[in-house]
T-cell receptor
Framework: GQQVMQIPQYQHVQEGEDFTTYCNSS?????IQWYKQRPGGHPVFLIQ?????EVKKQKRLTFQFGEAKKNSSLHITATQTTDVGTYFC???????????FGPGTRLSVLP | SQTIHQWPATLVQPVGSPLSLECTVE??????LYWYRQAAGRGLQLLFY??????ISSEVPQNLSASRPQDRQFILSSKKLLLSDSGFYLC???????????FGPGTRLTVL
């Protein structure tokens, strides 16, 4: 079945440093979504990417969808303590049937 | 606006006791409904999903079951809880006309 992997599992950065998490799917995706879960909270939708090679920005966050539509990345520029949390990618396969979450990358930001 | 409710927020239950977690959605109709479990510090494990009343698909074999008695109500149950059932249970919904999943606040279950 479809598998979605994320690396790294954990990342500790100093406030102001950049951060990147990578998401890889075993199958081609129709779209990919990113979610953020604050400690003790529930996942909250950040963005959806649909097109091959698509790049979207939200303030300090940059999201990319790979050309082959099997991988994606989330880059945060100049992290802040408010960025702390776990970032999940979630991919839907080309048949639109399966929606699979990656295991997440937990980000810690040291002030 | 669309909202999703879950209760209770926290629950402590002894091993072997029954379980019933409820999730309701407001502000939308014909949603797809999902139950996820998240172990401490881990990812989201899809347990059940439903595309309509009475239609339940199970993703993993276990001692849990789900039911959808109404269009916007999703219930997670167990007849006898195991220690391994402890975790953070999240209900979510989406619709065919948009892909984003909306999550409820979750229920933190501890089985002792």
């Amino acid at each position: 079945g479809q598998q979605v992997m994320q690396i790294p599992q954990y990342q500790h950065v100093q406030e102001g440093e950049d951060f990147t998490t990578y998401c890889n799917s075993s199958t081609t995706l129709s779209n990919i979504q990113w979610y953020k879960q604050r400690p003790g909270g529930h996942p909250v939708f950040l963005i959806q990417l649909v097109k091959s090679g698509e790049v979207k920005k939200q303030k300090r966050l940059t999201f990319q969808f790979g050309e082959a539509k099997k991988n994606s990345s989330l880059h945060i520029t100049a992290t802040q303590t408010t960025d702390v949390g776990t970032y999940f990618c979630a991919g839907r396969d080309n048949y639109g049937q399966n929606f699979v979450f990656g295991p997440g990358t937990r980000l810690s930001v040291l002030p | 606006s669309q909202t999703i409710h879950q209760w209770p927020a926290t629950l402590v239950q002894p091993v072997g006791s029954p379980l019933s977690l409820e999730c309701t959605v407001e502000g939308t109709s014909n949603p797809n409904l999902y139950w996820y479990r998240q172990a401490a510090g881990r990812g989201l494990q899809l347990l059940f999903y439903s595309v309509g009343i009475g239609q339940i698909s199970s993703e993993v074999p276990q001692n849990l079951s789900a039911s959808r008695p109404q269009d916007r109500q999703f219930i997670l149950s167990s007849k006898k809880l195991l220690l391994s059932d402890s975790g953070f249970y999240l209900c979510a919904f989406d619709r065919a006309d948009y892909n984003e999943q909306f999550f409820g606040p979750g229920t933190r279950l501890t089985v002792l």
